[in-house]
């Protein structure tokens, strides 16, 4: 024997969906709280800024060319990516508690950004 429903219920949650990064995330409505995930192709540029800094400070690359041909990249991109390592201690704490704002992104950051870490945290 089967039970029928009692009453149909409707459900209204208020989303949008926008894109960040490039990729579609949901929009909470204004005051709601979705738990934060980590941005991982940003931490992962942060992790390497800061491994290629190292290097080249500690003297096991003498270039930055030298150091882009050993990783197989662009001394370019490698360079792009490397100025993260000027961001703001407490934005770099922000990305890594995925604790940053919408508009920080790795498309974003590598655009470019201000060099005082002032104007960074007015700018994002």
């Known amino acids: 024997m089967t039970c029928p429903a009692a009453e149909t219920m409707t459900l209204h949650v208020p989303f949008r969906i926008?894109?960040?990064?490039g990729r579609k995330v949901i929009a909470l409505p204004d005051g709601a709280q979705a738990p934060r995930r980590?941005?991982?192709a940003l931490v992962k540029?942060?992790?390497r800024a800061f491994r290629w800094k190292r290097m080249l400070e500690a003297g096991d690359f003498a270039t930055i060319a030298e150091l882009a041909e050993r990783e197989g990249i662009?001394?370019?991109y490698l360079t792009r990516v490397m100025r993260l390592t000027l961001l703001a201690p407490d934005m770099v704490a922000a990305i890594l508690d995925s604790r940053?704002?919408?508009?920080?992104t790795l498309a974003r950051l590598m655009n470019g950004f201000p060099e005082e870490w002032?104007?960074?945290?007015k700018s994002f």
């Open 45 to 47: 540029a942060l992790a």
């Open 118 to 121: 002032e104007s960074q945290r």
């Open 74 to 76: 662009a001394p370019s």
């Open 18 to 21: 926008v894109r960040r990064g």
């Open 100 to 104: 940053q704002g919408p508009g920080v």
């Open 38 to 40: 980590p941005d991982d």
